[in-house]
């Protein structure tokens, strides 16, 4: 397989992105400039693999190592924490933004997926964007579904744009996060590559979809 | 949400209680690695076709214990009466890049020195090097193997401990990972050079377990590793 040139692989992430976020976009009555701190804010948020993520994951692995837990709920317990850590990094200033009201010109609903794709921008990029290796296009279509994953996960983290539906939202991001991380390295060695990647991009729609829904119903 | 947190909390006391992870390794009093052996092995896949056949040889010089795995690409120096490693390089291949990592251990620090080379030019030895970095590690206080003498230095453990625990220093991602080796009951095997007797160990790496065979005779020469996907299997020696 030919490997995507750089400049194809960055116009597939901002295309991704960009049909992520139309369906908020088009419903929000504001869109000001308040959504571009979220989407940054969003793209910072990747430093938290590094710097929270890693180091609890390693301190679980140590923590496992020689014990009677079956290696099924030693995956669970491992890769936990990708969905705890980057729901958290990703909906945090979006969350604090929609607590206090702080519009900035932008409609609350715009906040979680606007951090979403900003996170799932920043990730192909880390990953995919700038490997020096032959990548493919499996990986890069890969990719697209994962930031259109990320920007429904953080729309549905934040309720919607609703305060108090952080509370169910937020758990449910993180459980759907690790779940779908934990479906995929438990299947990696079983299944082909293509049906991987169609589950992968069959939850990727299912929750943007739900998350769409859920920005447009009322408390 | 209050059930939530509670949840959590009590998953997080039950990690930290389940494993104390002390370090146990301990090598048997009179036993050291050969001095000189030539070790061959099959490499065998999944479906038990045989790919290729690899050697691993010892050799004691004044230096201290040469090691080196052929199919590898690595070879590495231990100190011949405590088998701690002194230093080693290993070669693999990524992303169009041939890289040459090298290990250099000091009383207090353990380096690694990372070469890296475009593929079509790594035969060249005027070529540049792409990438040329050092980075290191301060050494555990307790007791660590080298990733690449893991396996071969298993034949100077002490057997009758039934389990292992220590760091595994991997030069790849200069890091040390926590590895609990799980020494089973005598079990008859049998490889390519015929049927014996041997101690089954379980390495256990968290969330990866391999398995490897030692000959229960001395010099307990390691019989079969099993990583998963690849298997050695001892032809002759």
Redesign the interface.
């Known amino acids: 397989m030919e490997a995507v040139p750089y400049w194809m692989r960055f116009v597939v992430f901002l295309f991704a992105a960009s049909i992520a976020l139309t369906p908020f976009l088009i419903s929000s009555r504001k869109i000001g400039f308040g959504w571009l701190i979220s989407l940054f804010w969003g793209a910072v948020s990747l430093f938290s693999i590094h710097l929270l993520q890693v180091p609890l994951q ?1 301190f ?8 009677n ?1 079956p ?1 099924w709920a ?2 669970a ?2 890769i936990f924490p990708s969905g705890l850590i980057q729901e958290i990094a990703k909906a945090v200033l979006p969350a604090i933004l929609i607590a206090t009201k702080a519009r900035l010109g932008t409609s609350s609903k715009l906040y979680g997926p606007a951090a979403g794709a900003g996170f799932g921008i920043a990730e192909a990029i880390w990953l995919v964007g700038l ?4 990548i493919g296009a499996v990986a890069i279509l890969e990719r697209f579904f994962v930031i259109i994953f990320h920007t429904g996960l953080t729309a549905l983290a934040v309720g919607g744009g609703k305060s108090k539906r952080i ?1 169910w939202g937020l ?1 449910a991001a993180i459980i759907i996060h690790a779940g779908l991380n934990y479906t995929a390295v438990s299947l990696i060695s079983t299944i082909d590559i293509w049906s991987l990647e169609i589950i992968i991009a069959a939850v990727s729609l299912a929750v943007w979809i739900v998350s769409i829904v859920i920005s447009k119903t009322k408390d | 949400m209050k059930e939530i947190i509670i949840i959590l909390l009590t998953i997080i006391v039950m990690i930290f209680t389940m494993n104390a992870g002390e370090n146990t390794l301990k090598f048997a009093e009179d036993h050291a690695l050969p001095e000189h052996d030539t070790l061959f092995y099959g490499l065998y896949d999944a479906s038990d076709i045989k790919l290729i056949e690899t050697i691993i040889v010892y050799d004691l010089t004044e230096e201290g214990v040469w090691i080196t795995d052929f199919i590898n690409e690595s070879e590495i120096l231990l100190d011949a009466v405590t088998l701690k490693p002194i230093s080693g390089s290993k070669m693999f291949h990524n992303a169009g890049q041939a890289i040459i990592i090298g290990t250099l251990v000091t009383e207090d620090s353990i380096y690694a020195h990372l070469l890296a080379k475009n593929e079509k030019d790594a035969a060249d030895s005027t070529a540049p090097f792409q990438h040329n970095e050092t980075r290191s590690l301060p050494i555990p206080k307790s007791a660590f193997l080298h990733n690449d003498q893991l396996l071969y230095s298993f034949p100077a453990i002490d057997f009758t401990q039934k389990r292992h625990d220590f760091k595994l220093f991997v030069p790849a991602s200069v890091s040390f990972i926590d590895v609990a080796a799980i020494i089973g009951k005598p079990e008859k095997i049998t490889t390519p050079a015929g049927e014996f007797e041997a101690y089954p160990v379980t390495f256990d790496f968290g969330t990866v377990k391999q398995k490897a065979w030692y000959e229960l005779e001395e010099p307990n020469r390691m019989l079969i590793y099993d990583n998963g996907t690849l298997q050695y299997r001892f032809e002759k020696g």
């Open positions: 390693n679980l692995t140590s923590a496992i190592v020689g014990s837990i290696m030693r995956t317990i491992v490997h020096p290796g032959a509370y758990p």
